[in-house]
């Protein structure tokens, strides 16, 4: 007989994303004991799920999927009513492209402005469930503004470390929710370096991208909503802004969790997957196309796109993973091609998308005219954030 504590989570264990060795569920974690990789939460799908047991239709944010979500007791779940975000048909830009199909699942819509609302949710809650008294994050931005957020929700400490250059919205959001903020020259990687050294006592829970499990948890979440949004149906290619890589991971792992669970139609074929990445900071493209042997020693340049300058991201073989798998490829965005994305989504579409929802549409553009997508496919788009809080990277730049 099933306990409470199964009926409400299906968690089973964690999983080395090298080599596959088990870690316990039950304890904080951060990376695998055996390979320094990330961990992967693993659930028990027998006996099977149906899709009418385990969604709660009533539920509409990213909880609505807890069964298949690893917080062990409602009691610990910190939420603002993330997730649950809309998918828009841009019809206009379709239009003026001669495309089937085109849509826009608009993340820029969470709380906190962005993506990083489901994730970092997830994490804090976990954070709290496993005793933890505060929270520290190297950010680029909106993670750390949504790091803030819940952790004032859960009351614990929070500690943000993110570039000087970053824009001031973010930084004062973060000083809002009583963070505790640090400004670092350079970028996310030498804000990784200042966590370090804040931390070195291990007295925070390290929420950086990937180094502990349960962020990839909350982001996987955008891939059940797409399928259930558009009736269990998936898209033809599904472009991604990656800079660490948590969405596009995520996003893969639901739809690999749900072939398994047969919440799919039989046989039914999941999207190749497009990282797109900024011309001043693509790692990812780099190793992809051969360029270099791997992201350890890459130097990106800062862009409009905050959240892609990543150099150095710790899920660089799980994304080159995802594009194997899907037959997907990676692009790269110039910061005046974003500018452009922008205007055309804000003036044809109403909407202001962050740079990196930009990033994403031209890089469909790029695609298409490539020949590499085809104008008859259904193409699905991540707008990961409100273009509100770029202000400073683009005030003056987009007129025209």
Not at 370 to 376: C, L, N, R, V
Request: overall charge negative; proline content about 5%; some cysteine.
């Amino acid at each position: 007989m099933l306990t409470s504590i199964e009926l409400i989570s299906r968690l089973h264990e964690l999983h080395c994303s090298v080599c596959g060795q088990p870690h316990t569920a039950y304890l904080l974690q951060t990376v695998s004991e055996c390979h320094a990789a990330p961990l992967e939460a693993v659930y028990d799908q027998r006996p099977r799920l149906t899709r009418a047991a385990a969604i709660n239709v009533h539920d509409a944010s990213m909880w609505r999927y807890r069964a298949m979500l690893p917080l062990l007791d409602d009691e610990n779940k910190v939420t603002l009513g993330e997730g649950f975000t809309p998918i828009l048909p841009l019809r206009q830009l379709a239009g003026r492209y001669n495309l089937r199909e085109l849509l826009l699942k608009d993340e820029g819509q969470n709380p906190t402005g962005s993506f990083k609302a489901r994730g970092l949710s997830m994490a804090v809650s976990k954070a709290k469930e496993l005793g933890s008294t505060g929270c520290i994050i190297p950010t680029a931005g909106n993670a750390g503004v949504a790091m803030a957020a819940y952790c004032a929700r859960a009351g614990l400490r929070a500690v943000v470390v993110m570039p000087r250059h970053t824009p001031t919205a973010f930084r004062e959001e973060c000083y809002w929710y009583g963070a505790e903020v640090h400004l670092v020259d350079g970028l996310i990687n030498d804000c990784a370096a200042r966590v370090r050294e804040l931390n070195s006592r291990n007295e925070l829970l390290d929420v950086s991208t990937l180094k502990e499990p349960y962020r990839l948890e909350g982001k996987k979440t955008m891939g059940y909503e797409l399928a259930e949004q558009l009736d269990w149906q998936l898209p033809d290619v599904l472009l991604y802004p990656a800079g660490g890589g948590t969405g596009l991971i995520g996003i893969w792992k639901a739809f690999r969790e749900m072939q398994v669970l047969v919440w799919l139609p039989e046989n039914a074929k999941l999207p190749r997957m497009v990282a797109v990445q900024a011309e001043n900071c693509q790692p990812l493209a780099d190793t992809y196309f051969g360029r270099q042997a791997n992201c350890a020693a890459y130097v990106g340049q800062p862009t409009i796109a905050n959240g892609l300058a990543v150099p150095r991201p710790l899920g660089e073989q799980m994304m080159l993973r995802v594009l194997r798998e899907s037959g997907g490829t990676v692009v790269s965005i110039s910061d005046e091609d974003m500018l452009e994305g922008m205007r055309e989504l804000g003036q044809l579409e109403g909407l202001f998308v962050a740079p990196e929802g930009a990033a994403v549409w031209m890089a469909a553009r790029h695609l298409l005219t490539a020949g590499t997508i085809s104008p008859d496919e259904q193409i699905l788009l991540l707008n990961t954030g409100s273009g509100q809080k770029y202000l400073d990277n683009v005030l003056g730049r987009a007129r025209g």
